[in-house]
């Protein structure tokens, strides 16, 4: 089993940036695929990136895609999600998520995570 905690959210004005990072504790982080998922009340948990284990490959949802990057250090068991020039549209409770799948996985799939954080707000006004 694998503990997530996500830290970096937080309150921002549009055209901002903000870190997210996603620190793991339990088994070393290399062992997953990793993601980031956000919901805001009333709405779905949506994906919105994904990296596979070895860093080597990544998914984007469109609505981020050339803002947002996903990246991982294993070294340091730590995901982080940057994002850049964000939206009041990014507004959500942001959760990483580990999927033990496949080497070169980047799954879209809530059902293939096995693991979630606790989440992190980010709130982006106008």
């Known amino acids: 089993q694998v503990q997530l905690v996500e830290a970096g959210g937080g309150l921002v004005q549009a055209g901002a940036s903000l870190r997210l990072s996603c620190a793991a504790s339990g088994r070393t982080l290399s062992s997953y695929a990793m993601g980031w998922f956000r919901q805001t009340p009333g709405k779905e948990r949506e994906i919105v990136a994904a990296i596979s284990r070895s860093g080597g490959y990544t998914y984007y949802v469109d609505l981020v895609k050339g803002r947002f990057t996903i990246s991982r250090d294993n070294a340091k068991n730590t995901v982080y999600l940057q994002m850049n020039l964000l939206k009041p549209e990014d507004t959500a409770v942001y959760y990483c998520?580990?999927?033990?799948?496949?080497?070169?996985?980047?799954?879209?799939?809530?059902?293939?995570?096995?693991?979630w954080g606790q989440g992190t707000q980010v709130t982006v006004s106008s």
């Open positions: 998520a580990a999927d033990s799948g496949s080497y070169y996985r980047t799954s879209r799939i809530i059902s293939d995570y096995d693991y």
